[in-house]
């Protein structure tokens, strides 16, 4: 079985993590060239894992006829476009999320890759997550019946660098849109409306950026179907991430994993240890099976397990979300994308 | 010290609850004569527990000057005239929930109960349970910081009979009505606006009656703070009973107490039984402890633990909830009652 | 139903707490009469729960024909001398544990209730723990197929008063009792061997009086089957008490229950409460169990869940322990009490 | 920073874990070269991660000057020989458990490294597992006080063939010997004497060829604390490896991580997955820290973590227990090795 040959269009920190999966973690596939805009970094992250070629620019990548795929790691803004150039280069991709925060964009970058037949993943990494594979599976096989209320808790260990939020898009479409994934993942049906509720209580620079850093987002699903999602941008104990879903025949809960499973006791009660960090550690199986799932979908032809569709939506979410904050009442997902109607 | 002695208005499946609590399991109080529509069970109740005096009215428990307290258990359309009446004739009141539908009734049993200077309990028994209390106690001690995230999730584990449900004033005025008293009790401020989404997922005859069975309430706080309750009529797996509040320094959680602590490991996995059955399992030891408080109230002219306020407020929220579930959009308390503004 | 009339025997600890649940929690039962040595504390007793009759010694107890069973809650020494009387006056007994630490009374004492066809349940309130009786019932259930490894640990929250430990026959006697009870119990077989270990590490005076405060000890069952008690006079994170059978389709353990299910999380991770401070707490249900179902034995002639020789073989076991202790080897039963062969 | 440079003795499983780890997990280290018996086992090894240099016996990398360390994976009989070997030629050592199961065998290995000076460390993964590891760094923390009773429950999923169970040594050499060594680390004292009981309940086979798979080991320390480990060759439910020290202030348990954490609640109760199936995927991380800690023990010249006394003590242990076993008394480990007095 030949090696699929991979470039990475990106060298930060998510390129170097995948980077790093690719080279170490999963048989089958081959990195051969990284590009950044900062050369040294592209360069740093080749020399460090044994990657042969490096550059200060995508094109030289997406111009080797022997490369079989690419991986956007590059800054949201670019994604897009390189999506586009890629697809046109006939290269499979596997690309970071947000697709964009444009939604002509995404559709452009979309349709560049259905005329050019190629495979697109977007990089929703929590779906590969044990736990939330083995919920996703026992609502599939019916275990619980039919759903009717999804909880998802998300909160992050402190919150990203103020020029960071500004460009982010806001709460919603940086940090919702992970668990807008998950909700249509676990409920195997889509969201028709959402009524989003947010403050500012962890730090008020947040607020005078024009964002909020703890929110409520309330769903309502296309079978009538309810969910809320809760955010917080600062939990002190730790990366906290749950699910729920409850339904006519019961339910299926995923609760944090824990770094060890020592407990101690004393006359003050029991102890155990905080939350895994922040995702690189929480996640980290989920991007080994993430890009494991593209590399046999390249492989074999198949239809991705994380579609361009799958990109698309949790941003129109997002942007429902932020509508209902800012005018105070439920809003349709066909108000933002007619299409989704 | 001479033992409090007690009428109890109400011989139905609450007030047989209180009766045999305050015979067999508080000290300090006597019950002394037992009411109810249906003379035969408030002679049926007396006799099982050795209670002297069983009539089909209440007036004369109301009439009996050596009767310090009444406990109000008779259905819901009667209690604000009950109270008004005790309160008349100078006896401290314990009433179970709600005060009543109708806030004007709400209002003018109040000011009767101020009138007469007498103690007014509202049977919201869940404060008492030994857990919700410790978290209470937690949050106020300042243990998570300023409270930011509050969620509730409060299922039953199958719907009441559909003519129950026709004159209960729907689900958040008869089931979410104890969660919006929790919210309110564990975070220590008040609700200023809530949105409410419904759905009928259980028994479409819940529909047919103008109700819903499924129900997510988001909630503001005056602080800002948001909050989420979630219910449900039917939970197969049992009394689905959770509080969690998140604040800027931690969290504290209450999950569901088990039945007992069995745990059966097999090469299937690990099972532990289903969640106590319902409410009288359940909360059984709140109801103890809130009739011993209100009795130590009125040994020592305390102010209850659960005032007519406290009453009136989630039925306000009720109603709230409501409006926003029939208008689509959040509604503020000061729409319901214009004096909470 | 005429209500079954009990006489209780000793107005200490134990015998307040039976005579309560008695009064407060078992319907079909009259308490109606106590006896103690301290006739003050019979009268006490007696009086706080109404209690028609109190003695200064068990002769008008026994001597009344309208007692049908008397609760036996002296003082060990007490146990086998009382158990001859009420069976020569025919009344159904209940007795604490141990019947005595001398085989031969305890032999006499059962040949007297065989001659009198009296009912004899003795007190080993754990079994009818629910998560206890459970975990049988599993065991029973075939769900673990034949067992293979008992574990028990069972550790006091803090040692009795030395006073009490001199008398007290030791912990293989006092304590381990118990534990050996449980694992005739859930393992449904008998013990043929015990390989004892112990040492002072909680307090000296426990060795100056020639006890141990600290202990393993190893059980072989019939059927090849093992098993591991460990005792400690004081755990200070509370009352711990857990059990385990392993077998060869599975396992089955018990967890000790949590006093409320409020767990903190911050940043120096979760913390949950300690322990249920002792029996009266972590039993509590127990003792209500076993007197219901003594109480119904009685009622309906049926052979009691503890019978005599389930009271008698512990003290054989815990005789066994003492020897192996001492001389550093494992003790068969038989060479104890050659009838257990 | 020169990389390490190591030589793979021992192509087989364990040998292919450490080579893997090494290649993929471990930075500043070079796997340079591999030898086995079946020299194509070393060929298939080498070439599937890059290793340049493939032999069928280790004399090569023995008398490779530029080679710094060895790691011992070949069968049991050979690891005394190749330490000896490995000591004369300079090279540090990384070697499997056991050193050998003759002590004779084991001294001398033992005194070719101290002559030679060069670093051994012994295999014994478990201590680097992250659970165990907080749990010893609790203990020595003086979290729980002066240590009083170990628990430890070490299962199997299923009995290895009935092949090697005839030259494994018998249970106490080939499975407890891991949990002697867990005992010795918890505790941070040495045991002075072991009880053994053990029986034939998993598989006949096992004892017709004169080793039993199930067994209970009690275990005294010099400080008069005492332990108990419980083995059997088969839980059907996964691989149980739990440990608990119980002290005068509290008491560290650890329990046994999950493969995922999605639980099922239904009307049957709630379901959680079986355990994580053996080592391999139980110890993973253990694996990684053990080999991570022998390099930078080389790099920087300091003691090993477990030493090559670590490595002779579990054995006479070992022996200790057989001998309780066939002789049905507590043994000393100075009856086994005078020199343990």
């Known amino acids: 079985m030949r090696a699929i040959r991979v470039g990475i269009i990106g060298a930060g ?7 790093e999966n690719l080279v170490r973690r999963i048989p089958g596939a081959e990195a051969v060239a990284v590009a950044d805009v900062v050369e040294e970094a592209a360069r740093g992250l080749a020399e460090g894992l044994g990657i042969p070629n490096a550059f200060g620019e995508p094109s030289p990548i997406l111009g080797d006829p022997s490369i079989d795929a690419v991986l956007i790691c590059s800054s949201t803004d670019t994604h897009a476009r390189f999506i586009e150039q890629a697809a046109q280069a006939g290269k499979h991709i596997f690309c970071e999320k947000p697709i964009a925060l444009d939604l002509e964009e995404i559709d452009r970058a979309l349709a560049a890759v259905e005329r050019a037949g190629v495979i697109l993943q977007v990089g929703f990494n ?3 997550d044990p736990s939330f594979a083995e919920a996703r599976r026992l609502v599939q096989s019916g ?32 940090m919702t849109i992970h668990d807008f994934d998950m909700a249509r993942f676990l409920m195997g049906e889509e969201v028709v409306e959402v009524f989003a509720s947010g403050t500012v209580l962890v730090d008020p620079k947040i607020g005078e950026v024009g964002d909020v850093d703890t929110a409520v987002v309330t769903l309502r699903f296309s079978s009538g ?32 994993p824990k770094p060890h499973q020592a407990v101690l006791s004393s006359e003050d009660g029991d102890y155990s240890p905080p939350l895994l960090h922040f995702f690189v550690e929480r996640y980290a199986e989920s991007y080994v099976r993430e890009l494991t799932d593209f590399l046999s979908c390249v492989r074999e032809g198949k239809q991705p397990p994380v579609t361009g569709r799958d990109g698309k939506i949790p941003v129109v979410m997002g942007y429902a979300a932020k509508r209902s904050l800012e005018e105070g009442r439920p809003v349709k997902l066909s108000e933002i994308d007619p299409s989704l109607g």
């Open 225 to 256: 179907a309810l969910g809320v999602i809760d955010n917080s941008r600062r939990a002190t104990y730790g990366y906290d991430q749950r699910v729920e879903v409850f339904g006519e025949r019961g339910m299926v809960r995923v609760e944090n």
């Open 143 to 174: 275990a619980i019946g039919k759903p009717h209320v999804l909880r998802i808790t998300s909160r992050d260990p402190a919150p990203p660098p103020i020029d960071y939020i500004k460009v982010s898009g806001g709460i919603f479409l940086d």
């Open 13 to 19: 920190r998510i390129g170097r993590l995948h980077a």
């Open 126 to 128: 929590r779906r590969f």
